[in-house]
């Protein structure tokens, strides 16, 4: 859904009907085919499915979720978590490249200086992949928006 | 779909058993919202990042018995239930499983 005005189109009203498993099965298996080819229908249908997700856990608002939100919003919090949150990031990237140093500089062989880079290396590689599959799934995930 | 977790559906009757369906998930949260939920699970109360980590676990795991259900030419599944465990430390694991059946008319 794209939240204009406009009247749903023929292909709203199936990617609809497809995330409510209202197409007979040979619709069901030409609207996969198409899914194959036609990345717009791909993000109709992962909207639809997360509306449809939502609208199935949507609940009355507790004190609980008022009071978090009043939290979140204060001035303290604000101005406090990013603080606390760059503070750490700082700390935790300064001692990661004072370590790099000091291994570096430190009078051992060079096989474990490799192999400490090598585990290092591996390490961010490793990360940076997951990093890069999650924000790749992450658009068409119907369920990242549900909160309880 | 209709799915219950009782054995029955009342003023429905069941024509036949499908068996089994089931659906599981393993989820986790990103590494900034465990840090801010250790802080909270020092101070006590509800921690919002695993209520939200639950529920998302929830909604896929009933999304997977569905088309489990669908696939098998379902009309409801009676007797859901769901299980959970950790299966790594800040992962959540649920399963919710239940009986497929077809129903008369």
Redesign the interface.
Known sequence: MSGTERPPSADDLAAMAYVDGELAPVERTAFEARLEREPALVREVAAQQRLAVLARSVAPREPMDLEWRRIESSMEHRVGAPLGWTLLAVGAGGLAAWCAFEVGAAPIGIVPKLLTAAIAAGFLLLLLLALRARSRTKPFDPYDDVLR | ?ILVTTDAIPGREIERVIGLVRGNTV?SAPA?ED?HAWFENVVGG?I?EY??LL??CR??AL?RV?ADA?AKGADAVVALRFVSCEIAEGAAEILAYGTAVKLKG
Do not use: C, F, H
């Open positions: 779909m989820r900034s840090l509800e919002p209520t939200r529920a998302q909604e896929q999304d569905v669908r």
